[in-house]
């Protein structure tokens, strides 16, 4: 499929696509937004009264989680019901489990972080492989897409930290449902509400415009009438081998990537919280806002990058994946970087929140260097048969990076900012090297991708 009826001349599916990617993300970064926070805070407070040891722990197992179960739900779609039925079943789940997170029972909690995992792994890596189906092989608008999906996602992304931190930790809010006759400590599960509300929107758009989609992300046939096996069957060929190779170099950067971006919902979710001066010209706001900056960075500088990739192509000079890889990375370690300096002024008193500003603008740089692409680059390698798959095969580099970061949250200590320093100086001066390695192996993994 390669109309250009949609959006920015892309195919019309892409629009579709875009809409649930929006309220998906919605949803999930607006209840990523307070979720460690919830699980610190105290009991009296209507948290769970975890220590920040086992909260981030939790939290990296579940979002984690979030990104592994994307292989089996790519599995489902590729032999079972197809990419658009798997896609739609697991908005439905995951809408189900934020309505879960709004009762105040530790089985409800557990329940809704399962089901919201399930319907994940159900959704995700089918939007990016119908994104995929959308354009050709060698269609020079495939990154530009994969770019205009991932600002859809932070639209979303943008948008839910500051509706659910407002309603979970504003005082304003709290008072509204004081005088409504509500129990404010519950605030936090007003915004669990919030956020399956937004999923429910994503699914209605979805249905309203799935003809969009008629022609993509149909229900495999294993078999053709005749009982000959078609795509879906036969043995990988040497070159599909190579360009899984490749792709497998690319998974390890992609780990490693959001081992560190996902320390921005546990560690630097913490040090923002209780470090940092949250207020502008004495206006206090919740400092889960501050989550808000990664994706309004993107949504800002996504139509700039979609722009260079395009034109570089044009020009010939486009840099390879790999190479995008490794700036990504660079730009990974400038940010984290400079947040050793800040955890040194933190151990005087609160810092601006500016230094959490040029953390996210460094991050986001890297980020569109490296998310994206990524995506763009699994759809066009994978061998059709196993597309699906493969895409949730990806998604587990980032479940990985997301357990790690978990773990090494763990090791922060707000009340000793020296814990931040090790921390942060540690990923800084790791992700400069992996950059120089794999620019170094850049020139091989090229080989490998275009392999015949």
């Known amino acids: 499929m390669t109309t250009s009826k949609g959006l920015f001349g892309h195919p019309p599916g892409l629009t579709t696509l875009f809409m649930i990617e929006v309220w998906e993300r919605a949803s999930y970064y607006g209840m990523r937004a307070i979720l460690t926070l919830y699980m610190v805070a105290a009991i009296t407070s209507g948290g769970l009264g975890f220590s920040a040891a086992r909260a981030t722990e939790l939290y990296g197992t579940y979002t984690g989680a979030v990104y592994l179960t994307p292989l089996l739900g790519g599995f489902i779609a590729d032999r079972l019901l197809g990419p658009r039925r798997t896609l739609l079943i697991g908005g439905v789940i995951i809408a189900l489990g934020h309505f879960s997170l709004v ?25 990016s492989t119908m994104v995929g189906h959308l354009y050709e092989e060698g269609d020079a608008r495939r990154n530009a897409g994969f770019n205009l999906v991932y600002m859809g996602i932070n639209i979303g992304g943008a948008l839910a930290p500051l509706v659910c931190g407002f309603l979970a930790q504003s005082q304003s809010f709290k008072n509204m449902l004081a005088h409504a006759g509500f129990d404010p400590i519950h605030s936090w599960h007003w915004a669990f509400a919030a956020a399956g509300v937004g999923m429910l929107f994503g699914l209605l758009q979805y249905w309203l415009h799935r003809k969009r989609l008629s022609n993509i992300g149909g229900k495999p046939m294993l078999r053709t009438a005749a009982g000959t096996k078609n795509a879906h069957a036969g043995a990988m060929s040497k070159h599909e081998w190579h360009r899984l190779g490749a792709i497998s170099v690319l998974f390890v950067a992609s780990m490693f990537f959001w081992m560190v971006v996902e320390q921005s919902g546990s560690s630097i979710t913490l040090f923002a919280d209780k470090l940092v001066n949250t207020s502008i010209f004495g206006w206090q706001f919740p400092s889960t806002w501050l989550q808000s900056l990664n994706s309004i960075f993107v949504i800002a500088l996504t139509p700039l990058f979609a722009w260079l990739w395009v034109y570089l192509s044009k020009r010939g ?15 990974l370690g400038i940010g984290t970087a400079l947040m050793v300096p800040a955890s040194i002024f933190a151990m005087s008193g609160k810092i601006s929140w500016l230094w959490l500003l040029g953390l996210y603008f460094f991050q986001t740089v890297g ?4 998310s994206p692409i990524g995506l763009a680059t699994v759809s066009e390698l994978a061998p059709v048969r196993f597309a699906n798959l493969i895409m949730g095969a990806w998604f587990l580099s980032v479940a990985l990076g997301n357990k790690l970061a978990g773990q090494l949250a763990g090791f922060s200590d707000v009340s000793s900012p020296m814990s931040f320093v090790w921390l942060f100086g540690s990923l800084g001066v790791a992700a400069l090297v992996i950059a120089g390695s794999l620019w170094m192996l850049t020139p091989r993994v090229k080989k490998l991708m275009q392999a015949t």
């Open 103 to 127: 009762f105040a029972t530790m089985p409800s909690f557990y329940c809704g972080l399962a089901l919201i995992v399930a319907g994940t792994g159900l959704l995700k890596p089918n939007i």
């Open 367 to 370: 980020e569109l260097c490296l």
């Open 317 to 331: 000079t486009e840099p390879s994946s790999p190479a995008k890889f490794s700036v990504g990375l660079v730009f």
